[in-house]
């Protein structure tokens, strides 16, 4: 059974540094991308990027390219999103997601973690 | 890249059936046949219904079912049934050098 296991809630203050995981399970992790999904309260759905497992190829959407950093290692199965200075607005649920992509365009989203709630407050 | 367009709520009784539609434009929905849909119960991660404009993944119900004409997508639900009341997504691709792009969602009540 394909499974994307997110780490638990966090809460930070601005400007402290994040770096949140998702740990793939039951499929060969370096075959298939990891992306990432913001959620802002009471919102709707947004792509960050996306990375490939097998050699950490990623791409970010322009609203987060230098914003955030996507890693991935391998030799445990685990994506992360990291913050090196988290803002308030930052505050917001964020899924992992296994997208497929076929010729390099993400065609639809198969498996998603459980969401790991992140909130930013003084 | 601007979101899709959905209504931000709909409704309709047991049994009945609803359409929820996912505006965009000849760069994304109108040029590919890329639309996927999710649905998103209170406090849970989204699920996919509906692939590639039409296609059910195993295990989603035929009530559900997909549409495009045009830039506009729908997602149409027949027989509606309580558990179905939940926030839906519209997705697309919208071209190289973008990841895609989703819809604001459709809040579905079954009344």
């Known amino acids: 059974e394909v499974q994307l296991v997110q780490s638990g809630a966090e809460v930070r203050k601005p400007g402290e540094s994040l770096k949140i995981s998702c740990k793939g399970s039951?499929?060969?992790?370096?075959?298939?991308?990891i992306g990432w999904v913001r959620q802002m309260p009471g919102k709707g759905l947004e792509w960050m990027g996306i990375?490939?497992?097998?050699?950490?190829?990623?791409r970010y959407s322009p609203s987060f390219q230098g914003q955030v950093t996507i890693s991935a290692d391998k030799s445990i199965s685990t994506a992360y999103l990291q913050w090196s200075s988290l803002k308030a607005s930052d505050t917001a649920m964020y899924y992992c997601?296994?997208?497929?992509?076929?010729?390099?365009?993400?065609?639809?989203?198969?498996?998603w973690g459980q969401g790991t709630l992140v909130t930013v407050s003084s | 890249q601007s979101a899709l367009t959905q209504p931000p709520s709909a409704s309709g009784s047991p049994g009945q059936s609803v359409t929820i539609s996912c505006t965009g434009t000849?760069?994304?929905?109108?040029?590919?046949?890329?639309v996927s849909w999710y649905q998103q119960h209170p406090g849970k991660a989204p699920k996919l219904m509906i692939y590639e404009v039409s296609k059910r993944p195993s295990g989603v119900p035929d009530r559900f079912s997909g549409s495009k004409s045009g830039n506009t997508a729908s997602l149409t639900v027949s027989g509606l049934q309580a558990e179905d009341e939940a926030d839906y997504y519209c997705s697309s691709y919208a071209g190289s050098n973008n990841l895609g792009v989703f819809g604001g969602g459709t809040k579905l009540t079954v009344l």
């Open positions: 990375i490939y497992c097998g050699d950490s190829d990623t």
């Open positions: 000849s760069s994304d929905v109108g040029n590919y046949n890329y």
């Open positions: 039951g499929y060969s992790f370096t075959n298939y991308w």
């Open positions: 997601a296994r997208p497929t992509l076929v010729g390099g365009i993400i065609m639809w989203i198969d498996y």
